[in-house]
């Protein structure tokens, strides 16, 4: 099905021109690290259920996406087997008794090919779509991302995703620096904490529009009309 070349979705601070063609759909790190227990996110004495709530609105707008044909990008964040790519500060931030590395039930935390560093089944990439494997919070630092996204002349992006406040707020911010435009679903993007879900979701469209756009799925998918 053909789409207009610009949609207006409802959104905050004010309505966003969806330009489909130039669109992608970036999925921030819903693995089994930071959604499941057993988990880094647990590990850290998170609820993880917090996050959860994320995965039915994501299904839906993944959903839709796939059905027209757009560009679809997963990120993971972890490290090399080795810990070459992790910071001294970073394993050492926290002072958490198991620590990005070490041994858990679901493999060692936040280490590439583990089992937990996987996304979740309930959102798991087709082949054809992209996965970027970050070892930061950021999906552009240390990544092939941003070269992506403009040989597909990408300029917009639907980012969702977890944790609100980190890895999709650093993202976000990297975008907007790079030139991109973000529209934010706040029912696809979670956070283990409900006073910071508010306030990151406040940040991003503050004064005119800091970072980028607020919106729901649901306005997205109303954009989209009847294929989605
Ligand atoms: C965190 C992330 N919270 N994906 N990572 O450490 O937000």
Redesign the pocket.
């Known amino acids: 099905m053909k789409l207009p070349s610009i949609l207006s979705v409802a959104a905050e601070p004010y309505s966003f021109d969806l330009m489909p063609a130039a669109s992608a759909l970036l999925i ?2 819903m693995q089994r690290d ?1 959604l499941e227990p057993g988990g880094f996110g647990s590990s850290l004495g998170n609820d993880v259920s917090q996050l959860r709530r994320t995965i039915g609105p994501n299904q839906k707008l993944l959903a839709a996406w796939r059905a027209l044909g757009l560009m679809v990008l997963h990120t993971r ?1 972890g490290h090399r087997a080795d810990l070459g790519d992790l910071p001294p500060s970073k394993k050492a931030r926290g002072q958490g008794t198991i620590r990005i590395g070490d041994p858990g039930p679901m493999g060692r935390l936040l280490v590439r090919g583990e089992p937990g560093h996987g996304i979740i089944p309930e959102l798991a990439p087709l082949p054809t779509e992209v996965v970027i494997d970050k070892p930061g ?1 950021g999906a552009f630092f240390s990544t092939a991302l941003d070269g992506i996204l403009r040989v597909s002349n990408i300029r917009q992006l639907i980012v969702t995703g ?2 609100t406040e ?2 999709v707020h650093t993202t976000i911010r990297e975008a907007n620096d790079r030139g991109y435009d973000c529209l934010v679903p706040s029912d696809c993007v979670g956070s283990y904490f409900p006073e910071f879900q508010t306030v990151g979701l406040a940040m991003i469209k503050a004064q005119g529009g800091l970072f980028g756009w607020v919106t729901e799925s649901a306005s997205i998918l109303t954009a989209l009309g009847p294929v989605a």
């Open positions: 921030i790190d930071f964040e919070k977890v944790t980190v890895c």
